[in-house]
C-alpha cells in the first residue's frame, strides 16, 4: 500500500555550504587540521616501496618490450593472413561464378529457401 508523502524520507539530506579555504603558495595546513600525519617511519616504508617497484618496473621494462614486439609480429601476420585467404576465396568465387553460372545460382536458391524455412520455424515456436 502506498505511504502518504509526509512518512516518507528524504532521500538526500542537504548539507551546510562547505567552507572555503584559500590556497597560495605561501599557505600551509598546520598540524591541527590535519586527520593523518605520517610518521617518519611510514615514510620511510612508503619510499621502500616505490623504490621497489620502481626497480621491478625497470627489471620488467626489456621483457615487456619483447613482449610487445612478438604482439607486434603476430598481428601482422594474422593480418596478412587473413587478407591472404579473403583473396583466395574472392579469386575461387570469381571462377566458380565464370565456370558454372547455374550451379551458382541453384545454390544460392537453396541456400536462401533453408534460411527461409529455418526463420518461419523459428518466429512460429517463438510466438
Sequence with gaps: MAQPIGKLEPI?????LAKVVP???GSSISPHETQFQPTSRMESLAEQVSGSVASAMQSL?????????????ACGYAVYQSLNAAKRMQNRAAQIKQEHPL????GITA???????????????SS
Design 12 to 16: 538526500e539530506t542537504r548539507r551546510g
Design 23 to 25: 590556497l597560495t603558495a
Design 61 to 73: 621494462r626489456p621483457l615487456l618490450q619483447g613482449v610487445r614486439v612478438v604482439a607486434s609480429d
Design 103 to 106: 550451379e551458382l545460382l541453384y
Design 111 to 125: 541456400g536462401a529457401f533453408v534460411v527461409g524455412m529455418a526463420i518461419r520455424i523459428w518466429r512460429s515456436k
